[in-house]
């Protein structure tokens, strides 16, 4: 299994701009989750999905748009970037049952926007 | 909603001494609280978690403490190595939120030989 796999590695954008973030897993994890860092500040949940056509907001949703058409894909869109957008981004999933909610995650993006 | 505070930000220890974490949460429903251990440039990867209704939790040199009537808990690294040298989140999890954790702002330990 690959896990979770994130792509690009690194992207620059110019202000304005739009661009797509990738994020599959071949888990078949029903919970998938996007995350930023950024220093200081922990990793913050920008969107989330329980399932296949449910997302929903989590704490910095602002300019960011996600789907889950399938259960293995969530991508996360950046509508117009912005510089304040700038930091890495990691995409996570989990498993649904039991007591194991650990969290898989992507091996991040590095986003600059300038 | 939920917040989580991380103390301190920055931990320098000596190689073989031991290394506290201290996490508070807000939320008296959050029943799940892992840590996550990010060498650099790294992903971040679970290293323990602990839940609402166990009090400590130990896997050979880490352990983990939960206080939940002061609703704080705390990571707890004996016999430090340099290796152990990373960033450590912690976080938590109300209720039923699946795959929906708040995380503490995270502290760099330092591990000198």
């Known amino acids: 299994n690959a896990g979770v796999t994130q792509t690009p590695k690194f992207q620059v954008l110019k202000t304005g701009q739009s661009m797509t973030l990738q994020c599959a897993q071949d888990?078949?994890?029903?919970?998938m989750s996007w995350y930023r860092q950024d220093p200081g500040m922990g990793l913050r949940l920008i969107h989330y999905?329980?399932?296949?056509?449910?997302?929903d907001q989590g704490e910095v949703p602002n300019g960011y748009n996600v789907s889950r058409s399938t259960t293995e894909d969530f991508p996360l869109r950046l509508l117009s970037a912005a510089p304040s957008q700038t930091s890495v981004y990691f995409c996570?999933?989990?498993?649904?049952?039991?007591?194991?909610?650990?969290?898989?995650f992507g091996s991040g993006t590095q986003l600059s926007v300038l | 909603g939920e917040n989580v505070e991380q103390h301190p930000s920055t931990l320098s220890v000596q190689e073989g001494d031991s290394a506290v974490i201290k996490c508070t949460y807000s939320?008296?429903?959050?029943?799940?609280f892992p840590w996550y251990k990010q060498e650099l440039g790294k992903r971040p990867q679970l290293i323990i978690d602990?839940?609402?209704?166990?009090g400590e939790k130990k896997d050979q040199r880490i352990a983990v403490t939960l206080n939940k009537t002061a609703k704080h808990f705390s990571l707890h690294i004996t016999e430090t190595q340099p290796e152990d040298s990373a960033v450590y989140f912690c976080?938590?999890?109300?209720?039923?939120?699946?795959?929906?954790?708040?995380f503490g702002q995270g502290t760099i330990l330092t591990v000198h030989p």
């Open positions: 996570a999933s989990s498993y649904s049952g039991g007591n194991n909610e650990k969290l898989f």
């Open positions: 888990m078949n994890h029903e919970y």
């Open positions: 999905s329980v399932g296949a056509g449910i997302t």
């Open positions: 939320d008296s429903a959050s029943n799940y």
């Open positions: 602990i839940r609402s209704n166990v």
């Open positions: 976080a938590s999890k109300g209720g039923t939120s699946y795959g929906k954790l708040t």
